[in-house]
């Protein structure tokens, strides 16, 4: 599987961005499509994800009302539309797939991630 992200770029405080991740190659059953973000020097850490049998969503809680989680089923794809951008919200963000269920049920763990995008780069200015 391989995942491609891409619509990150350079934005003032307060604009949007919508960005996109396709799954191509071979396809596997999947369960949850995530992103993540990783700023320099600092962890990667969990954005939102979004089940794809029922379109459940979850978000990491400073990005909750200006993120929006989406998938289109019959183009194996996923947005993140990013909204009132913050400074603070500037990192290399990367999707990823989850293609079963794991254990434990979390969809926040990027350990439990089976395949992953290259990222895109999104900077906002102040």
């Known amino acids: 599987v391989q995942l491609q992200a891409y619509g990150g770029g350079l934005v003032q405080a307060g604009g949007s961005l919508t960005l996109s991740c396709t799954a191509s190659g071979r396809t596997f059953p999947t369960y949850t499509m995530g992103w993540f973000r990783q700023a320099p020097g600092q962890e990667r850490e969990f954005v939102a994800a979004?089940?794809?049998?029922?379109?459940?969503?979850l978000y990491k809680d400073s990005v909750k009302g200006r993120f929006t989680i989406s998938k289109d089923n019959a183009k194996n794809a996923v947005y993140l539309q990013v909204d009132s951008l913050k400074p603070e919200d500037s990192a290399l963000y990367y999707c990823?797939?989850?293609?079963?269920?794991?254990?434990?049920?979390?969809?926040?763990?990027?350990?439990?991630?089976?395949?992953w995008g290259q990222g895109t780069l999104v900077t906002v200015s102040s």
């Open positions: 979004i089940t794809w049998s029922d379109g459940s969503t």
């Open positions: 990823a797939t989850q293609v079963r269920k794991y254990a434990s049920g979390r969809v926040d763990d990027q350990y439990e991630y089976d395949y």
